[in-house]
């Protein structure tokens, strides 16, 4: 069981350039998010899912898109990198949100660089 | 959103017990009260959670003020290990709504040899 994993841990972009960075959980959880976590700050929701094939905006969803054609997978695009941009990005999986157990899973985190 | 105010930071002496406190004075009567640290270069994990009484598990114990404007999250012995950011958060009970958690800074714990 390798929970949530993050591809690539670690890229450096020019600023107009795109990228995917994926997000893969094998625990079967139907909630996945997007956060980014600035230097010195908490975590901040970009895109989240509540199911396959559904995907809904979070606080700093701009310059950002995502898409969830699996259930296991979440994908979030950059399509024109932008140096504010330069961030740690987290990805996190939940079984189901609205129970009792609200727990999410956090992958290690993908640490972007955008000159 | 419900918020919660912490300490930035906290030290503590390695297998001493630590004592981090979390203010939440608009917590609502649906509002769950999770605790979750994160570890130098990793991502968040989850440490606990519970809406009124006080929770023990094999990481921590969580004790809840009767008013439930303030909790504590309670390491018996902290470790070396422990040395982590806390982050404090409520997150709502509704049925089929996104779930997300809001993080703010948390209490940077230094855990001394």
């Known amino acids: 069981n390798a929970g949530v994993t993050q591809t690539p841990k670690f890229r450096v972009l020019k600023t107009g350039q795109s990228m995917t960075l994926l997000c893969a959980q094998d625990?079967?959880?139907?909630?996945m998010y997007w956060y980014r976590q600035d230097p010195g700050m908490g975590l901040r929701l970009i895109h989240y899912?509540?199911?396959?094939?559904?995907?809904a905006k979070g606080e700093v969803p701009d310059g950002y898109n995502v898409s969830r054609l699996k259930k296991q997978n979440f994908l979030l695009g950059l399509e024109s990198a932008a140096p504010s941009q330069t961030s740690v990005y987290f990805c996190?999986?939940?079984?189901?949100?609205?129970?009792?157990?609200?727990?999410?899973?956090f992958g290690p985190g993908t640490r972007l660089t955008v000159l | 959103d419900a918020k919660t105010t912490q300490p930035n930071s906290m030290e503590s002496n390695e297998e001493e017990p630590v004592h981090l406190p979390c203010n939440h004075s608009?917590?609502?009567?649906?509002?769950?009260i999770h605790w979750y640290r994160q570890l130098p270069s990793q991502g968040p994990e989850y440490v606990i959670h519970?809406?009124?009484s006080n929770v023990n598990n094999r990481m921590a114990s969580l004790a809840i003020a009767e008013d439930r404007k303030s909790s504590t999250l309670i390491l018996h012995r902290a470790t070396l290990r422990d040395a982590a950011v806390y982050y404090c958060?409520?997150?709502?009970?509704?049925?089929?709504?996104?779930?997300?958690?809001?993080f703010g800074k948390g209490t940077k714990l230094s855990v001394k040899p």
């Open positions: 996190a999986s939940q079984p189901l949100a609205g129970t009792s157990t609200d727990t999410q899973y």
């Open positions: 625990m079967n959880h139907e909630y």
């Open positions: 899912s509540v199911g396959e094939g559904t995907t």
């Open positions: 608009t917590i609502s009567g649906t509002d769950y």
């Open positions: 519970g809406l009124t």
């Open positions: 958060i409520l997150s709502r009970n509704y049925g089929g709504s996104q779930g997300n958690l809001i």
